[in-house]
């Protein structure tokens, strides 16, 4: 099975009016777009991946993407309306038109409420979301994740991923949380919810960047979504160009990741790099 990255962005400051990234991130507020994707991909000779959104309710930047051509872009993860179910449903049937569309997210730190994607009018889009095949990514921070679950169970039919294992608190503790832990087993014990081991490095000291780490660092929490989501459920994703912030490149988060879990199997290591995110997207023609 080939690897999978399951997590990336691409922006062009001057076609899309970003939120973030902002000038609070410099090296990152920059054009970063598909020539700097093809460079990245390369050095780890990674050559499949999934684009995921930036935007809210912006199906201009999800169709950009489809439309560009890249080779390595087998999936694209969408900004839709999930609110208005009639605006919902046209871009749904818009985005359908494309094979690589997959899936669709939601970044709740644009909302006022912790509590927003438990609204029922959230819940019904995600339903419709279902209802085409689609995925749902979870961008979850630790006072969402007891959502998920939630979530999950009234939406048995969709396609759950937690992205970046709900960005732990690693930057106040590397011990594990026990809410954290109980909101992930308890997330885990849904059979259609996964996890994105991604978006670590950029946790351990998200002010500066400028505290050490090693795979030590994540092992903890890596082993307690491993206990959660088993080897079938769980898969790694880059976050890149967001991992530039810590001063490090793709090649060497690419081979951190590889790094956290060796107790698993030969083929238990490549679903985890690859075959579950191919499942979870329901990803074509794979180099």
């Known amino acids: ?44 000779g990674v050559k499949n991946a999934v684009f995921v959104q930036c935007l809210n309710n912006n199906i201009e930047e999800a169709k950009w993407v489809l439309n560009s051509g890249h080779p390595a872009i087998k999936g694209v993860v969408a900004g839709v309306n999930l609110t208005d179910h009639k605006v919902l449903s046209e871009q749904l049937d818009e ?91 308890e997330a885990g014990s849904c059979p259609n919810v996964y996890c994105k081991v991604s978006g670590l490095v950029t946790e351990v000291d998200p002010d500066k960047h400028a505290t050490p780490w090693t795979t030590e660092t994540f092992q903890d929490h890596v082993e307690v979504v491993l206990k959660a989501f088993g080897p079938e459920r769980c898969m790694i994703g880059s976050d890149w160009p967001v991992l530039r912030l810590t001063g490090t490149n793709y090649k060497d988060v690419n081979r951190l990741h590889k790094s956290l879990f060796p107790s698993l199997s030969e083929s238990q290591k490549v679903k985890v790099c690859g075959g ?9 023609n794979l180099d």
């Not at 922006?11 to 700097?36: G, H, Q």
């Not at 085409?132 to 759950?160: M, N, Q, W, Y």
């Not at 579950?276 to 074509?284: H, R």
């Open 95 to 185: 985005l359908c038109q494309y094979d690589k569309f997959v899936g669709v997210r939601h970044i709740l730190d644009m909302e006022d409420s912790y509590d927003w994607i438990v609204r029922q009018d959230v819940i019904d889009g995600l339903r419709l979301v279902a209802a085409r095949g689609k995925s749902f990514d979870f961008l979850s921070r630790p006072h969402h994740l007891h959502h998920v679950a939630t979530l999950a169970r009234a939406v048995p039919e969709l396609r759950i991923v937690i992205d970046h294992i709900a960005k732990p608190l690693l930057a106040k503790s590397l011990d594990v949380s026990p809410d954290w832990k109980k909101n992930m087993l």
């Open 1 to 44: 099975m080939a690897e999978v990255d399951s997590h990336f962005h691409v922006w062009e400051l001057d076609r899309f009016d970003y939120p973030w990234p902002n000038s609070d991130v410099a090296a990152i507020f920059k054009t970063i777009s598909y020539p700097d994707l093809t460079a990245a991909l390369e050095s780890a």
């Open 276 to 284: 579950n995110a191919a499942k979870f997207y329901q990803l074509k």
